[in-house]
C-alpha cells in the first residue's frame, strides 16, 4: 500500500486527515453549509473558492492519490471536467468494456462534433500503446465495469506520457487503496466517492486528483464554470465514510474471494469474473497492479435472463439494486438496463459488502437453486 505525503500508510490517512489539533477545535471536520464569506480571507464564494469540508475531502482522497484532489457533485461531473479539457477536434481512446455514463457523455461529444472517438480491448495493451499516439485524452477503467478486466497500466501509463495528452483512469472499483494510477504516471485519477469512499448508498460525489498544477488549476476552473460543485453534506458524508474504507475494503474483498470460488464451483453458474481468480483472464495484470482485487463479481447463469432476473428477485440479504461499493450487498443483472443489452444476458453484477460471509454464500446459493428448479 502506498506511503502518503504525510509519512504514514493509507489506513492510518484515511482516519487522520483533515482533523485539527488547536485545543477546542472540533476533533471532526465541521459541515460548513456556506455559499459566502467575509471578504478578506482569501475565501469568498464558495462556488469560486471551495469550502472547508470540500477541502477536507480533497485533501483525504488527493492524499491518498498521491496528487491533489478536486471534488465535484458526482463521480461524472469529476469526468466531464476531464473531457472539459479537450479542445475541437480532439482524439479520445475509450475502453471497449467502459462504464455506461462515459460512453455516453464520450459518444454525445462525438455526436456534436467536438472529438472523435475510438475504442480499445481492455486488455490489449499493444493497442492502447498504438491508440497513445494518436490521443490527445487516454481514457481508462481498470478494473472494468462489468467484466472486470484489468488495463496493464505501468505499460500503457508509461506509453502514453507525451506532452499534452492527458491520460486519465477511472479507477472507482479499485479505490485508491488497491491501486494508485498518478504512481504509474497517469495525468489525472479519477473516483466516484459515490461508491467506495462515500461506501453507505447515501450520496453523489466525485473526485479528480492529478500532480499537475495546471491541470489542478483548470479542473478547478471548470467546476466553477459549470458549477459542479459538491453537496455541503455530501462532502462530509462522503468524509465519514472514508474513515472506514480500508476496513470495509479488506473484509468486503476476503468475502467476494470465498463467493467467486464458490460461485465458480456452483454447477448453475456457467462463468465467474473476477481478477482473483486464476481462472480470470487478466488474473496475472492484476497480481501486478493491483493490491487488492475487489469486491464486484459477475457471473453468468446456466438458463439465461429469466433465471437470472429471478435469481436477483429471490436473495434476501442481497439487495436488488444498481451501483456498488457500499456496506449492503448489492446484485443486478446488467443486460436488463437501457443500452448494456450487448452485455451476456445472464450477467449477474454482485457487488459484496460486509454482511457475513456465510450468510451471504447461503442466501446467493438458495436463490440460484430455487431460480433453476
Ligand atoms: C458510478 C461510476 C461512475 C459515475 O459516478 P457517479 O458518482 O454516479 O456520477 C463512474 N465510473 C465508474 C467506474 C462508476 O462505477
Excluded at 52 to 57: D, F, I, N, R
Excluded at 241 to 261: I, P, S
Excluded at 274 to 302: E, K, M, N
Amino acid at each position: 500500500m502506498a506511503e502518503h505525503p504525510a509519512g504514514i500508510k493509507a489506513e492510518s490517512w484515511l482516519v487522520s486527515a483533515g482533523r485539527a489539533s488547536e485545543p477546542g477545535a472540533p476533533l471532526n471536520v465541521p459541515l460548513v453549509p456556506a455559499s459566502n464569506f467575509i471578504i478578506g480571507g482569501g475565501r469568498e464564494y464558495s462556488r469560486d473558492d471551495g469550502t472547508p469540508t470540500w477541502e477536507a475531502l480533497e485533501d483525504l482522497v488527493g492524499g491518498l492519490e498521491t496528487g491533489r484532489g478536486v471534488a465535484f457533485a458526482s463521480g461524472m461531473a469529476a469526468i466531464a471536467a476531464v473531457f472539459d479539457q479537450l479542445t475541437a477536434g480532439a482524439v479520445v481512446v475509450l475502453p471497449d468494456d467502459c462504464y455506461q455514463g462515459v460512453a455516453g457523455l464520450a459518444a454525445a461529444g462525438a455526436e456534436k462534433g467536438r472529438w472523435s472517438v475510438e475504442r480499445v480491448a481492455v486488455d490489449d495493451t499493444q493497442g492502447w500503446i498504438g491508440a497513445c499516439a494518436r490521443a490527445d485524452l487516454v481514457w481508462l477503467e481498470s478494473p472494468s465495469n462489468p467484466l472486470l478486466t484489468v488495463a496493464d497500466l505501468h505499460a500503457i501509463c508509461a506509453a502514453a506520457r507525451k506532452p499534452g495528452c492527458i491520460v486519465a483512469v477511472d479507477g472507482t472499483l479499485a479505490t485508491p487503496l488497491n491501486q494508485c494510477p498518478l504512481a504509474f504516471g497517469a495525468t489525472v485519477s479519477l473516483q466516484s466517492a459515490t461508491k467506495f469512499i462515500g461506501g453507505h448508498s447515501d450520496l453523489l460525489a466525485g473526485v479528480a486528483s492529478t500532480r499537475d498544477e495546471a491541470l489542478w488549476r483548470a479542473l478547478r476552473k471548470s467546476r466553477e464554470l459549470s458549477g459542479a460543485t459538491p453537496g455541503t453534506l455530501e462532502a462530509f458524508l462522503a468524509l465519514r465514510g472514508a474513515r472506514t474504507l480500508a476496513l470495509r475494503l479488506q473484509r468486503a474483498q476476503q468475502t467476494a474471494m470465498l463467493l467467486a470460488e464458490r460461485l465458480e464451483r456452483h454447477p448453475q453458474v456457467a462463468l465467474v469474473r473476477y481478477p482473483g481468480l486464476a481462472s480470470h483472464p487478466t488474473h496475472a495484470v492484476a497480481q501486478r497492479v493491483l493490491a487488492g482485487f475487489g469486491t464486484i463479481i459477475s457471473f453468468d447463469l446456466h438458463g439465461g435472463a429469466g433465471v437470472a432476473d429471478s435469481v436477483c428477485r429471490n436473495t434476501l440479504l442481497i439487495r436488488h439494486a444498481t451501483s456498488l461499493g457500499a456496506v449492503e450487498s448489492t446484485m443486478e443483472r446488467r443486460a436488463a438496463i437501457p443500452g448494456q443489452e450487448h452485455l451476456p444476458p445472464s450477467l449477474l453484477r454482485l457487488s459484496v459488502g460486509i454482511e457475513d460471509a456465510e450468510d451471504l454464500w447461503s442466501d446467493l446459493d438458495r436463490a440460484i437453486r430455487a431460480a433453476s428448479a
